[in-house]
């Protein structure tokens, strides 16, 4: 059953037909801007139909909110993933400052972790199978530094690749590759960019000597894309610094068809290597066109609550979850922006059904 610490929520998925695991699962809410109460209201019904309790601790992380008292927010919301150590996160409009940037930097989150893959029912423009799993170093490369002009016709900017993060999203990686008994690629342009670059491909070359039963390959970015294109069957688990894990990801997205059911996850780690705290979130934004209307997609919070689920040890949960929303799409039970005629309550109802 699902306890909700303040924010209203709509039910009915029907009762569990499972008898609850008797230790809760709690989890931090951060609730956003626009179709955020939407997607939380189609999380809270789907766990409603889990056979496990699940507790959440809302936090107020809307524009309206952070705009009165950002710090009161902010502060909020960190003591709530500090208490529980996972959180799920809905969209936030990105006004004076960017949430996602202020809750990356006050949590550590050094690692991205984006899981691609095809979904049947989904129209694409691509034939290949995907099924990829991209491990974004979180910091670093050009995007920490805006540059600065130089007179009327030069620009600069520093790119930073450093040891500790690129370490552990190598480390993540190959534990992620091990549990999918699958390689590792390891990506950048360590021929141009020889000093930065080098230094990320000598890190995860290191990572690699600890796994000697997962194979590793470094490739350059620019051959990975176009060969991603070609045959994606090939790339299961790829590292890469900052903005060419961007990069990739949104072209994964464009491959199976749609950048509104990707969900993603976030991860600060302990001195041991060990995952500290997790944020699971949607890739979408918030939507403000369609929001209260109650037509939006949540396949993507539904896909970030399975990461989460799996994430905690509850595996099968996780899994059962995650097909049961490709499922449901690819019987044509989906929403407008899939082609489907579904609203948003009854898709979550459709999920529900095939739990």
């Known amino acids: 059953m699902v306890r909700d610490s303040g924010w209203n929520s709509k039910a009915g998925c029907g009762d569990t037909p499972f008898m609850a695991d008797p230790a809760p699962l709690r989890v931090a809410e951060f609730h956003g801007d626009g179709i955020s109460a939407e997607l939380s209201a189609a999380v809270?019904?789907?766990?409603?139909?889990?056979?496990?309790?699940?507790?959440?601790?809302?936090v107020d992380l809307t524009l309206e909110?952070?705009?009165?008292?950002p710090q009161k927010a902010y502060d909020t919301a960190m003591a709530a993933i500090e208490e529980h150590r996972i959180a799920l996160k809905y969209p936030t409009v990105t006004a004076q400052e960017s949430?996602?940037?202020?809750?990356?930097?006050?949590?550590?989150?050094?690692?991205?972790?984006?899981?691609?893959?095809?979904?049947?029912?989904?129209?694409?423009?691509?034939?290949?199978?995907?099924?990829?799993?991209?491990?974004?170093?979180?910091?670093?490369?050009?995007?920490?530094?805006?540059?600065?002009?130089?007179?009327?016709?030069?620009?600069?900017?520093?790119?930073?690749?450093?040891r500790k993060p690129s370490q552990e999203a190598a480390l993540f990686a190959f534990r992620l590759a091990e549990r999918l008994d699958c390689g590792v690629v390891s990506t950048s342009k360590y021929t141009i960019q020889r000093a930065t670059d080098g230094l990320f491909e000598e890190i995860a070359s290191g990572v690699a000597s600890r796994f000697p039963g997962t194979p590793h390959?470094?490739?350059?970015?620019?051959?990975?894309?176009?060969?991603?294109?070609?045959?994606?069957?090939?790339?299961?688990?790829?590292?890469?610094?900052?903005?060419?894990?961007?990069?990739l990801?949104?072209?994964?997205?464009?491959?199976?068809?749609?950048?509104?059911v990707g969900a993603s996850a976030s991860y600060s780690f302990d001195e041991a290597g060990e995952v500290r705290l997790a944020m699971f979130d949607p890739a979408g934004g918030t939507a403000p066109d369609i929001?209260?209307?109650?037509?939006?997609?949540?396949s993507a919070a539904l896909l970030a609550f399975s990461m989460l689920l799996t994430h905690t040890g509850h595996t099968e949960l996780g899994s059962r979850l995650d097909?049961?929303?490709?499922?449901?799409i690819a019987d044509g039970q989906s929403t407008r922006d899939l082609g489907g005629?579904?609203?948003t309550e009854a898709f979550t109802q459709a999920v529900c059904d095939r739990l």
């Open 44 to 58: 809270h019904s789907v766990a409603e139909k889990l056979p496990i309790q699940v507790e959440f601790h809302a």
């Open 65 to 69: 909110n952070r705009e009165s008292a």
């Open 99 to 162: 949430p996602n940037k202020v809750l990356r930097e006050r949590c550590g989150f050094s690692v991205i972790h984006r899981p691609v893959a095809t979904l049947a029912g989904v129209p694409t423009r691509h034939s290949g199978k995907v099924d990829m799993h991209i491990i974004r170093v979180a910091v670093g490369g050009t995007y920490e530094d805006a540059g600065r002009r130089i007179g009327d016709d030069v620009a600069v900017s520093i790119r930073v690749i450093e």
């Open 217 to 247: 390959r470094s490739e350059l970015f620019d051959a990975l894309l176009y060969k991603a294109v070609l045959a994606p069957e090939d790339y299961r688990v790829v590292v890469l610094p900052n903005e060419y894990g961007d990069f």
């Open 249 to 260: 990801s949104d072209m994964a997205c464009g491959m199976v068809g749609s950048l509104g």
């Open 291 to 298: 929001a209260g209307q109650g037509v939006c997609n949540p």
């Open 323 to 328: 097909a049961a929303v490709r499922g449901a």
């Open 341 to 343: 005629e579904l609203g």
